[in-house]
């Protein structure tokens, strides 16, 4: 009997906007527009980082990997939230709620660990750019961006297997857009102190540590800035690494307002948060992959004159 309860539960119900069905039209139209920007401009970064060899540089290569793990990204949990707003009942299979958490996770974990490694090359190009070009060579920045990518997925598929193997034999209704990793633990009828002991530690290895290995770089990247003498050498120093600061600046402090601010104890209160903190979560997971090549774009010279001039060559071709 107790091996047919748990195996009772095949697919789950995604809670989504269906107590405030007039706002999910709404939402549809803006998701929608925002993942369109999100395909256009990482996609554009994508090939001009590719068509132009004067971009193949260690910081262009992390920055292309950056674009298309945001585009895997989005494109994990963007359609199923779309597909939401316009079903009535909002149903997934147990078997692909368990694929969309393992890619959303990993791309997660990976951008975490990605913006690390692009942290590393600018404190070597700005603190000891003599030895650069020979430590940051081809082979090493791929290797890099690639136990980014190798990290990330190891660590989605440790989660996701202990979560998978948890008996669901009770409610089914996931209070979520997605299958997000917390909201169905809880729909467990089992012990998960095992799953939140080993998230426990995936957040220390994949938030903690990139974020004081960039602290830490960062704290020398100034030193070293302030140190030069000329105030256009500062700027220019400056300008290679204030787009990936920013980009870090805002990814970081977004989890940090997600996951800081204090839980409402009133009932109503509880509820308007509830539905206030899935609307924080699902604009987390679209605006910034959605601003990180507009701040690219707009804060680096060399990818504003090489988008200028693609564009160019595009819509007036010689």
Not at 42 to 68: A, C, K, R
Request: proline share 4%; charged share 15%; with cysteine.
């Amino acid at each position: 009997m107790e091996a047919s309860n748990q195996s009772s539960v095949t697919e789950f119900v995604l809670l989504g906007l269906s107590a405030h069905p007039k706002l999910e039209k709404t939402f549809f139209v803006l998701i929608l527009s925002m993942y369109l920007v999100i395909l256009l401009g990482n996609g554009v970064l994508i090939l001009v980082t590719v068509s132009d060899s004067h971009l193949h540089t260690p910081m262009y290569f992390f920055l292309g990997n950056l674009s298309f793990l945001d585009i895997c990204y989005t494109t994990s949990s963007v359609p199923l939230v779309l597909d939401g707003f316009l079903t009535p009942r909002k149903t997934i299979p147990f078997s692909a709620c368990a694929i969309q958490m393992f890619l959303s996770f990993a791309m997660g974990a990976t951008e975490c660990v990605l913006l690390g490694m692009m942290a590393f090359d600018r404190y070597m190009a700005i603190c000891n750019p003599l030895r650069y070009s020979i430590v940051m060579r081809k082979a090493v920045y791929v290797s890099m961006a690639a136990s980014s990518w190798l990290a990330g997925g190891a660590n989605s598929l440790v989660q996701i297997s202990l979560a998978v193997q948890l008996p669901f034999c009770g409610d089914n209704v996931i209070n979520h857009f997605i299958c997000e990793i917390l909201a169905v633990l809880k729909l467990a009828c089992a012990d998960i102190s095992i799953n939140v002991v080993s998230m426990g530690v995936a957040n220390v290895i994949f938030l903690g540590v990139p974020v004081l290995f960039i602290l830490v770089s960062y704290i020398f990247i100034l030193t070293t800035i302030l140190r030069i003498p000329s105030v256009e050498g500062r700027k220019k120093a400056f300008s290679t690494c204030s787009a990936h600061l920013t980009v870090v600046v805002i990814f970081y402090g977004t989890i940090l307002f997600m996951y800081g601010k204090p839980k409402s104890k009133d009932s109503l209160g509880a509820d308007n948060q509830d539905v206030s903190d899935k609307l924080i979560s699902l604009f987390y997971g679209v605006l910034i992959p959605m601003l990180n090549p507009i701040i690219y774009s707009l804060r680096n010279k060399d990818m504003k004159v090489t988008v200028k001039n693609l564009v160019s060559q595009k819509c007036f071709p010689r």
